[in-house]
């Protein structure tokens, strides 16, 4: 680009934007992965909008109970982990009604095809696809939704959501051109950090999940200290000592994992640590990576659990993000009606 070109969303806000479902269940993999990195983002300067995506969330069926608990529960692990309410908006997606609004006209702008290549859609649907709801099909157009609602111009995800900031940025530029304007901008996806995907502890091959059968595979937020140690202690290795080069890791999945566990929580990069932990055995490197891991993670859960005893502060912390969400969403949803023809009378 040469200096007189005008950079990519230079006339828009620097505004972060991202979203979990609240299925309950956030692990080291979603601390590591995206709730640090959140709380991270404070200090850069940059205004930061934290949505907890409940519309997502119904596009399966949800108990109503369970739903409403696990929406607290992510919110008290937002708040756990460093994103204050005070420095960042912090809120549940279906207190803003715009989010649904702009997810319709938007709908109307994605085409099939785009729809169709969207690759969670084949995960989650499975074989059933045909009874899945419509909601799963079209979520990807309400993620858009989400994130152009706020005109935001990075969208902090894992490398398995990319393929839907890259569809954002595909809808946001049909409906400029289709319209002659320039109102939406065109968000950049940021893959950040040494652990943006945490592996299981009991297999290296397989992404941390909630959904493994196996408890031990992963570290729950809401877990003790004494869990959390127990666990790093138990967690799959093979006989070798660590090596003291990156390359040495290359087909050593389980010791991957670890090092970069241990890196992510320590602010290192994998390659500092294998300087520290090279040619040392794992009855060194477990105890050292079990001590990090509890005097990280042991605060977030005492402080979730204390939250979760309140659950009215927490309903008050949405409530008011969700004031300060609809400020900004609500201008931009008129104006999309405006700019699409729709008479707007009051």
């Known amino acids: 680009m040469s200096d007189t070109d005008t950079p990519i969303n230079a006339n828009f806000k620097p505004r972060v934007f991202s979203g979990i479902q609240p299925s309950g269940g956030l692990t080291l993999g979603n601390y590591l992965g995206a709730l640090k990195r959140f709380a991270m983002k404070q200090d850069e300067g940059i205004e930061t909008i934290y949505c907890l995506v409940d519309l997502h969330a119904v596009t399966v069926w949800q108990d109503p109970e369970a739903l409403r608990r696990q929406t607290r529960e992510a919110a008290a692990a937002f708040i756990a982990s460093g994103v204050d309410p005070q420095r960042s908006i912090l809120f549940n997606q ?47 157009a309400l993620m858009a939704a989400d994130i152009l609602l706020y005109h935001a111009t990075m969208v902090p995800v894992g490398e398995d959501q990319k393929q839907h900031v890259e569809l954002t940025r595909d809808i946001a530029a ?37 959904s493994d059968p196996s408890d031990a595979s992963r570290i729950n937020l809401t877990d003790d200290a004494d869990t959390i140690a127990k666990k790093i202690r138990k967690a799959t290795t093979d006989p070798a ?77 949405l409530g008011q993000g969700a004031n300060k969400a609809d400020a900004i969403a609500r201008p931009i949803v008129e104006r999309t009606y405006e700019i699409m023809g729709m008479v707007r009378s009051r």
């Open 241 to 317: 000592e660590l090596p003291s080069e990156i390359d040495g890791l290359k087909d050593r999945p389980e010791a991957r994992n670890l090092v970069n566990i241990y890196a992510a929580l320590a602010d290192m990069t994998p390659a500092q640590v294998l300087g520290e932990y090279g040619g040392k055995g794992f009855g060194t490197f477990k105890p050292a990576l079990a001590e990090l891991a509890v005097e990280k993670l042991a605060p977030i859960s005492t402080e979730m659990g204390r939250l979760m005893a309140d659950p009215a502060e927490i309903d008050a912390v």
């Open 174 to 210: 049909k409906f400029n051109h289709d319209f002659g304007v320039e109102f939406f901008p065109a968000p950049e996806p940021l893959i950040e950090g040494t652990a943006t995907r945490v592996m299981s502890l009991r297999d290296g091959t397989k992404k941390m999940s909630k």
């Open 94 to 140: 279906s207190q803003v009604g715009a989010h649904a609004e702009l997810a319709w006209l938007l709908n109307c702008v994605a085409r099939l095809g785009w729809m169709n290549r969207m690759t969670q859609f084949k995960d989650k649907a499975g074989k059933n696809a045909e009874k899945a709801s419509l909601g799963l099909y079209a979520y990807p």
